[in-house]
């Protein structure tokens, strides 16, 4: 047996997420409720590579947990093509563009409680962009280039934690052959 809905109702919206209350049917045959968040738009994440082998990380403090966090830049798609999301993301959170891009995959975060789908992009050939960006508007303290290798040290040690991130940087890892 599968799970099927019996009734949904939206308990909060607002123009990035709905959180929805599902009346269900459990696999075991047990009804029960079960809470889900919707990402309204599909997300999008950059993995930024310099010619010297960097990855392009923002540092922002988090609401949500209170912590600092060293991220890829990403954002909601605000109903634009993905690849312009991206690109827009990278310039305002980074003042970079890049030359180059390609698309490395797809992500859902938190399934086990929300319908959030997300697209990696690698982007290569970086550049400041000709217009200024809009890191303080976002929350970005800081904008860093870090080795690839090192990247890879932060998470084995903690310092990078935001699973997107990781995941993102995973995607890369395997695209560009690091992963054997």
Known sequence: MSWKALRSRT??????IRVREDAVVRPDGEQGIYGVVEMVQPAVFVVALSALDEVVLV????????ERSLEVPAGATDGEDPLHAAQRELREETG????????????????GIA????????????????EGDERHAEGITAVLRVPFDEVLRKIAGGEIVDGETIAALALAGIALGRFA
């Open 11 to 16: 308990v909060y919206e607002n123009r990035w």
């Open 59 to 66: 540092e922002q403090e988090r609401y949500t947990t209170g």
């Open 96 to 111: 970079l563009v890049a030359e180059d891009w390609r698309p490395l995959g797809r992500m859902n975060a938190l399934n």
């Open 115 to 130: 319908n959030a789908p997300e697209l990696v992009f690698l982007a290569t050939g970086l550049s400041s962009a000709p």
